[in-house]
């Protein structure tokens, strides 16, 4: 089994080398509400959790680690994102024992109203229009041996500003795996695999007089075609260790590089202390070579209370940016 991990791991290596990019195509992907990262825990880490995260919150960032979910858990996260961007994720994960974990989730993204404007009226037209921004997704994820753990998601993008729309799909693919090593564990996921998706709609139809026509000529009705566009696919792999101090206090560091597909490389690194599972303290950062990139630290802390059997969990962090406010993650999980 260890040979059939670290050739799958090869094969998502030599895939990444092929849709690799670099800073030069940045700005030429679309919908990227795909790569807003979600969840406390995870973004206080920095991302770094590929190989070490687990239930619902994994879905979004390696979905191998849905299997370890125990029972059922329900996720609310929400953030305040830059430039007064608001982003929601509600997510549920189950265990159904020796079949493997389900997950469904939903992401919407609201960027506030924005005025129209025209050549002909360039201070707005009266008009105001609110676009729509939504992800709905599904995973899937098994335990393949006592060290290997794999999974997936297919997730369905729909964007819509006025009556045009843009639909789409992209995949996802993770394994995670315990060498045997103390507390180490390590993960690879490839994100955003899918066709390029291309908006549409009645809009784009317009009565126009083309300048080879004759003056007195009748307008013509012609259709604008939009150019497609790519979605931000990105290859990331990382490790994990946890240091178990007694039964009681453990503290777990983690580290990734991510090989984005339309902008620079990122690395990320992160820890979590956690004292009798009730209360954690977690801090990360990340980096990258590119000048522009405006994250940087990132922290945040959690609390678990247990009631009747069921574990409510409340998590928060905050995430540094240059030129915003930080932003800033809330979110509620319930297991039971």
Known sequence: MKKIFFALIILLFNIGSVFGGNSLRKGTCGALELIIPI????????????????GTEAIYWNPAGMANTEGTEVIFSYLNYIADI????????????????????????????????TEESPDGTGEIITPNFIIAGFSYSRQMTDRVFFGSSMSVIHE????????????????????????????????????????????????????????????????????????????????SYDFKFDENKSFILSGSFRNNNFSSDEFSGGGEFNYKKKFMLRVGYSSSSEIEYIYGLNFGLGLSFDFGGNVLTFDYSNGQTKYFDNNQWFTFKLNF
């Open 39 to 54: 969840g406390s825990r995870a973004t206080a880490m920095g991302g770094s959790v590929v190989a070490d995260t687990r």
């Open 86 to 117: 608001k982003y929601s994720f509600i997510g549920i994960t189950t265990n159904l024992g020796n079949f493997g974990s389900l997950g469904f989730n939903t992401r919407v993204m609201n960027i506030g109203e924005i005025i129209v404007t």
């Open 160 to 239: 819509r500003i006025m009556q045009e729309t843009a639909r789409g799909v992209a995949f996802d693919f993770g394994f995670q795996y315990i060498p045997g090593v103390g507390g180490l564990k390590l993960g690879v996921v490839m994100k955003n695999i899918g066709p390029k998706i291309r908006f549409d709609g009645s809009d784009l139809d317009k009565n126009i007089r083309l300048p080879e026509d004759n003056p007195q000529a009748a307008t013509r009705n012609v259709r604008l075609e939009l150019a497609s566009f790519e979605i931000p696919s990105y290859l990331q792999f990382g490790s």
